[in-house]
């Protein structure tokens, strides 16, 4: 089969609204030249659509037109090595798609354990943060709310009330297995996220050990928050400060 009919197969077999490149068409380096000349026949037919240089995506169609993926799909390359994820995007950008936050930034975060990760996908530019857990494909959700939670005090336009109803709304959407993986990954954390976090499993379920998470912090310690009483009622218990009325 030529390379031309496999890189029309493969494509065929993708999602619409989907980003790919050579490495997922799994095109060999000396295939290069030929699969360089397919996708611009598919370029022209509008079948796929240039995102970069080497970057490519299936169109999706609606009734409003083509849509474009989402920015995680735009990036996706860059968030898998080898098929595996080793990063997620944070920040701002995850806080507008979490409801914590109206604002959009100009450049998205990177979170990855081990590897600087820059990004520049058409006008979308992403720049590196370091994640404090190695991610993968299975976690990578449950940092994103703790990042939240790290982060709290930093997010504009935040809604304390509003912002511990999103957390609290995602923490019980989690398995029992979930919760205890999110205990043991905020034990990595700064203090600030392991207090709220913990503050916020402890009304969700009172059975739940936290022991670990509640002796981790400093009794000296004091993380302040402008959130009211009613909301955290707990807060005292775990070295949170309240600034709400």
Do not use: C
């Not at 370091?130 to 991610?135: C, G, M, N, T």
């Amino acid at each position: 089969m030529t390379v031309s009919k496999r890189i029309d197969q493969r494509i065929q077999q993708l999602q619409a609204g989907t980003t790919f490149d050579y490495q997922t068409l799994m095109v060999e380096r000396e295939e290069y030249a030929a699969a360089t000349k397919a996708l611009e026949r598919l370029i022209k037919k509008e079948i796929i659509k240039r995102v970069s240089s080497g970057i490519f995506y299936k169109p999706k169609q609606t009734v409003f037109g083509t849509l474009k993926p989402n920015e995680e799909e735009l990036i996706k390359t860059y968030l898998f090595e080898n098929g595996k994820r080793i990063a997620y995007i944070t920040g701002l950008s995850l806080y507008n798609r979490m409801g914590l936050t109206t604002q959009v930034p100009k450049t998205i975060k990177i979170a990855s354990r081990d590897k600087r990760i820059y990004a520049s996908v058409g006008t979308l530019k992403g720049k590196p943060v370091k994640s404090y857990i190695d991610v993968t494909d299975k976690n990578h959700y449950l940092l994103e709310i703790l990042d939240a939670a790290k982060d709290f005090n930093q997010i504009p336009d935040l809604n304390a009330e509003s912002g511990i109803l999103i957390l609290t709304e995602r923490l019980k959407s989690l398995s029992e297995k979930e919760i205890s993986q999110i205990i043991q990954f905020a034990l990595k954390y700064p203090p600030r996220a392991r207090a709220l976090i913990g503050s916020i499993l402890e009304l969700m379920d009172t059975k739940l050990n936290l022991t670990q998470l509640k002796t981790s912090l400093n009794p000296l310690s004091e993380f302040e928050y402008n959130i009211k009483e009613n909301v955290l009622p707990n807060a005292r218990e775990w070295r949170i400060k309240l600034g709400g009325k």
